[in-house]
């Protein structure tokens, strides 16, 4: 056992031999006086730079940045490891200090960047010796023309410890000092609103809807703190984009995830359009639990009991194969993960929770790590984190600051990744139960990610438009919310009357405006990827690739163009609902 356990933590060795390595304490001091040497030959001096100049610059930044980048993700894996590890601990504060100071300290570069007269701005763009940082240097401005002189913007920051930001520490406070008494299996327990949440899988529809409907009480019962947070969230919004000149309510969400306005909203239209999939899908999930109609608590009720576990190496096996069907380089980049100790498998107290992948530079390998316990999600997230370490090799083409691709393309390989396990495992099974419960646990999750991001969308566009005409009571919140849901449902679902309040605890809506979308974008360009592959077959496997290869080198529309994707067109939308529409014939096939 004790083998097993040894080879299942991750080898960082690579990296650092250990943490008392002189290499260790080496890179961090000459990390430092290469920022300081950086700071010095450069400060005050970015406008003056010819191309060739600011090349070299870059060039340089890149090299500094990746040696500031190794002792610091050293340290992170460490912590995450072991976070009980008094060394560890001291390890990883120091490390995010010094982080800090040297960002700090470089900053500069950025804001100088950023405030280039436009003229000498395009010179320096459409200069041939600048190509390859061309988007790097297009992404640095798109907020120039946002931004306010910067004692404005120190004072909008400053106040709003005690404005909006105050509003949103409330929202958090309040949310989660909650404390349900919840009765279950005849003994009275306290539990979180996470632990409610989680009997949403409850296979009693009586206490699914009876843990929904305690979880959703609180937050009526605070209705006075929930409406002043969300209508004040919304003011300080429509002030923010009026003295920034936005032009809609999304429009800096759209800036920052590099998407154009029109994408975006054909994207939802295409979604809208349907709805009527997930309606279908609704239906037979009823006739499954053998219910006239689904209410709203019974969506992710466990279909057929399937329990199947999986030892490590099984799930191994698995990925390794559904990743080796599109492509034998995949299967071997995903397999070093396992023959050089890049993966840290089983939980154990003190480790971080959930998983992750973490790229650290084009240079040096990823890491990836898990809290393995044997179910399905877990191969799952096995094949999930895996799609990243294997986007994270393939960038490594890039230079540092191409190498992180762009926020909307990120979980591009990880969904994708996902999608050839649950294709391999439909294809590998007979036993027609295992089958059900497996395709729809995955229409489920594509519903939520797809449909439902794009109902809260819809909410929230309405709530902020609503909002500019004035203040708005909890009453027409809820009923806003009511009627977005009512859209996707129709008749095919019936709400249970407390998700009058089910805005309220959307953190999204308070924390990161207009995020959901990105999900709904991102889940559905996997699924149109993969509608492409299944109909174009082999000469998809190069087009895929190079998009990975890309990394973050150009905007995400740049970069899935070669491939001949292009996001304003509804068609391509469409194909990735075709997919789901493929998987929902496929379960009434065994249904
Ligand atoms: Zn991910």
Not at 151 to 168: Q, Y
Request: proline residues 4%.
């Amino acid at each position: 056992m004790g083998n097993v356990l040894e080879s299942a933590r991750w080898n960082t060795a690579p990296l650092y031999a250990s943490m008392v390595a002189p290499e260790l304490e080496a890179d961090f001091s000459m990390g430092a006086s290469m920022t300081d040497g950086f700071h010095e030959k450069y400060f005050g001096k970015v406008a003056s730079l010819s191309a060739k100049q600011l090349k070299e610059a870059l060039v340089e930044m890149e090299r500094l940045q990746e040696s500031l980048v190794k002792p610091q993700t050293f340290a992170y894996l460490l912590f995450a490891a072991d976070s009980e590890d008094t060394a560890n601990k001291k390890l990883s504060q120091r490390a995010m200090e010094f982080g800090n100071r040297m960002s700090q300290e470089l900053l500069f570069f950025d804001l100088e960047l950023i405030a280039l007269d436009d003229a000498r701005y395009r010179e320096l763009i459409d200069d041939a010796s600048l190509a390859s940082y061309r988007h790097y240097l297009e992404s640095l401005r798109r907020y120039k023309s946002h931004t306010l002189p910067e004692r404005e913007e120190r004072l909008i920051k400053e106040k709003s410890l005690t404005g909006v930001e105050a509003f949103t520490r409330l929202f958090d406070e309040i949310s989660s000092s909650f404390r349900y008494d919840f009765e279950l299996d005849g003994e009275k327990q306290e539990m979180t609103g996470e632990e409610l949440l989680g009997l949403l899988h409850h296979p009693d529809s009586c206490v699914r809807e009876r843990a929904f409907t305690t979880f959703l009480s609180k937050y009526e019962e605070q209705s006075i703190a929930f409406g002043a947070i969300f209508n004040n969230a919304a003011l300080d919004h429509s002030q923010d984009l009026e003295l920034r000149n936005y032009p809609d309510v999304m429009g800096p969400t759209h800036l920052a995830n590099e998407l154009a306005p029109e994408a975006v909203e054909g994207l939802m239209k295409v979604s809208e359009n349907n709805y009527h999939l997930a309606r279908h899908y609704f239906q037979l999930k009823a006739r499954l639990l053998g219910l006239p109609k689904l209410k709203n608590t019974d969506i992710y009720a466990p279909a057929l009991g399937s329990d199947r576990r999986y030892t490590f190496n099984k799930a191994k096996e698995l990925v390794l194969e559904a990743y080796g069907l599109f492509s034998q380089d995949f299967r071997e980049i995903i397999g070093s993960f396992f023959s050089e100790h890049r993966i840290d498998v089983l939980p154990r107290p003190g480790k971080s929770g959930g998983a992750f992948c973490m790229g650290i530079s084009p240079s040096l390998p990823p890491f990836v790590l898990l809290n393995y316990t044997g179910n399905l999600r877990d191969v799952a997230t096995l094949a999930h984190e895996l799609g990243h370490g294997l986007h994270f090799v393939l960038s490594q083409r890039q230079s540092m600051l191409n190498y992180h691709s762009s926020f909307p393309l990120a979980e591009t390989a990880s969904v994708f990744g996902e999608m050839l396990l649950t294709r391999l495992l439909l294809q590998r099974e007979s036993d027609p139960k295992f089958k059900i419960s497996l395709l729809c646990a995955k229409i489920e999750d594509i519903i939520a990610t797809t449909f439902r991001q794009v109902v809260l969308t819809r909410f929230e566009e309405r709530f902020h438009l609503e909002r500019k005409q004035g203040l708005l009571s909890t009453e027409d919140i809820c009923s806003f919310w009511w009627e977005e849901n009512a859209r996707l449902y129709g008749d095919s679902v019936a709400m249970i009357e407390p998700y009058r309040w089910g805005w309220s605890y959307i953190s999204h809506f308070i924390h990161s405006r207009f995020y959901c979308y990105s999900y709904t974008f991102a889940e559905l360009l996997v699924l149109s990827l993969f509608n492409k592959y299944l109909k174009e077959g082999e000469t998809f496997v190069p087009k895929y690739i190079h998009i990975l290869e890309s990394g973050g080198s150009r905007a995400p529309a740049d970069t899935v163009r070669p491939a001949g994707i292009n996001f304003n067109d509804p068609g391509f939308w469409q194909e990735g609902y075709d997919f789901l529409q493929g998987l929902v014939e496929e379960l009434e096939s065994y249904v």
